[in-house]
């Protein structure tokens, strides 16, 4: 019953369905107006895809993975403000949580605990690396003028 499950967790549409959701729950956590919940959750979907498939399908480290999921989640979230008529961050913030190392930084902390500390290092380290680029993601893509976004409303 359990690998049955995992067979299904495990494929790319659950997973798209799976950022879906989890983004519009936390957007509905962060207060984003019911409106935006749909868009919202097309963004966090796109980016959470891009991460899954380019991370398994294309033997991506989680460093470019998660980069180039920010920069689509940052981008659609530019081009959906425009056009929603509302500020960027009502899309990006919850469309860039499922990307965050939760899990990475847990195990850290865990093997730190456990006194494994080259252990601790290696997870710690791809943490870091996978903020560093989420981070890059948005500097890159908010460096686009605002000029082109609007183009993209016309």
């Known amino acids: 019953m359990t690998e049955e499950f995992d067979m299904i967790t495990q494929t790319v549409w659950f997973q798209m369905i799976s ?3 989890g983004t519009i729950a936390f957007a509905i956590l962060f207060g984003v107006p019911k409106k935006f919940w749909n868009t919202g959750g097309i963004v966090g979907s796109a980016g959470w895809t891009v991460n899954i498939l380019l991370a398994r399908y294309a033997n ?3 460093f470019e993975s ?3 999921a920010s920069v689509v989640i940052t981008f659609l979230s530019r081009c959906f403000a425009v056009i929603k008529k509302c500020p960027v961050t009502v899309f990006r913030i919850s469309g860039l949580l499922p990307l965050v190392p939760g899990v990475g930084i847990y195990w850290t902390i865990y ?3 456990s006194d494994n500390f080259s252990k601790a290092f290696d997870t710690g380290l ?3 690396k996978v ?3 989420i981070i890059l993601g948005m500097v ?3 460096g686009i003028p605002n000029k082109f976004f609007k183009v993209l409303k016309k």
């Open 140 to 142: 890159i893509v908010s």
């Open 19 to 21: 950022g879906y959701f």
């Open 126 to 128: 791809t943490a870091v």
């Open 111 to 113: 093997y730190m605990v």
């Open 60 to 62: 991506f480290t989680p």
């Open 66 to 68: 998660n980069f180039c």
């Open 131 to 133: 903020l560093v680029a």
